[in-house]
């Protein structure tokens, strides 16, 4: 205890107590943290640096932690100031000066992401219920059927439908090591490799997260896989325009857009919006073409049969109107329906009448990539400016 005296009004003796504070006294109050990741104390686990230093109550040291990108970093932070106010001294100036270090420095991301993938596909449709999921996994499945090296990317956060489309409802991805990263590995299936955040959340839950908390979602599953080498990679986006369409533009080059819509008039209008947000000034990506869904049924006994449910080739003629070429008219069969229900998709069976389609789908959005790469000028990422 030291005694000072300081000036008052009746010159009486001020009783002034401070406590020492020593490396051992900041160990012992550390021992009362526990890192959430395995339960053991940080001092035990050795993740305190020997680097504390004291300078009257203001205290610094460095956390050890084994990567970046740790879960627990701030909430470690945090539990660490709360020890050393709780059991060292509450005067204690502590905040702000806790630094973090790694034990394993990984390497910086790479300037580009994805950078072994050639073709980034981006399908999109101006409302809901066109049918989009189903062109992106078909046409992904198509594609490989090809010969060509596919990832299909479901980025559709809120909606999440290729689990279900592929059969992989139960499927959960896990980690790999590549080139001192742990990355996710994509699920593999029908050739084509793909991930979705319904790998991760509980399916029969509703994802209910703001708009940043699913941008980020996307990018993760964007620059923390190992996608490898890609010839096309399809990203199945969400209906209508939101944070997940300006996150995809902002986060890698798109090679092109293909809108789905169906006959509808109000499905054509919304397909309308759809191809403007994609050609605007700020956005500038190409249309690789139209794709009208659910053009006309045609029942099994009556294979030669059209019937036009939601009108005639308005697809078609919104096509020409707009500029862009009209990639495929899919028809409605009972097997589209059913392929999407019982994880195998419709193109696995390239012989069938809907596999056919697709095939062909393919073969015109190949066409369109390549007239795009020789006529066109790389996509440009969309620049954020503050």
Not at 283 to 304: C, D, K, Q, R, Y
Request: charge should be negative; charged fraction near 25%; aromatic fraction near 6%.
């Amino acid at each position: 205890m030291l005694i000072t005296k300081e000036s008052t009004t009746n010159s009486s003796l001020k009783i002034k107590k401070e406590m020492a504070i020593y490396p051992q006294l900041i160990i012992d109050a550390l021992k009362h943290v526990r890192y959430p990741g395995t339960g053991e104390d940080i001092v035990s686990a050795e993740m305190i640096d020997d680097n504390i230093r004291i300078d009257g109550n203001k205290i610094s040291f460095s956390l050890l932690l084994e990567k970046p990108n740790d879960p627990f970093a701030k909430s470690l932070v945090k539990a660490c100031e709360q020890a050393i106010l709780t059991y060292v001294s509450e005067e204690a100036e502590i905040k702000g000066n806790i630094d973090i270090r790694y034990k394993t420095q990984l390497p910086p991301p790479p300037d580009k992401l994805l950078p072994q993938v050639k073709n980034i596909i981006a399908v999109s449709s101006g409302k809901g219920g066109v049918g989009k999921s189903t062109i992106s996994s078909n046409l992904a499945v198509a594609l490989a059927q090809k010969g060509y090296k596919v990832g299909l990317l479901d980025a559709d956060i809120f909606g999440p439908s290729i689990p279900k489309m592929f059969g992989l409802e139960d499927a959960r991805p896990y980690l790999e090591p590549v080139n001192g990263r742990e990355l996710i590995r994509p699920e593999e299936k029908f050739g084509v490799k793909m991930l979705s955040i319904g790998f991760f959340v509980d399916p029969d839950s509703a994802v209910l997260w703001r708009g940043g908390m699913a941008s980020n979602a996307l990018k993760q599953l964007l620059s923390d896989a190992n996608w490898g080498e890609l010839d096309y990679f399809v990203v199945d986006l969400p209906p209508g325009t939101s944070d997940i369409h300006l996150t995809m533009v902002q986060s890698v080059a798109i090679t092109g857009a293909i809108v789905v819509t169906t006959p509808q008039e109000v499905a054509l209008a919304d397909a309308k919006k759809g191809i403007s947000m994609f050609t605007g000034e700020k956005v500038n990506v190409p249309i690789l073409g139209l794709v009208e869904n659910m053009s006309w049924f045609t029942p099994a006994e009556l294979p030669e049969n059209k019937y036009y449910l939601f009108g005639k080739e308005g697809g078609k003629r919104l096509a020409e109107k707009m500029g862009v070429p009209l990639l495929g008219q899919i028809p409605i069969v009972q097997s589209i329906c059913e392929g999407g229900d019982n994880g195998t998709p419709v193109a696995c069976n390239s012989e069938s009448i809907m596999g056919s389609a697709f095939a062909q789908l393919a073969d015109n959005v190949i066409k369109s990539v390549d007239n795009r790469n020789e006529l066109l000028p790389e996509t440009k990422k969309v620049e954020v400016k503050h």
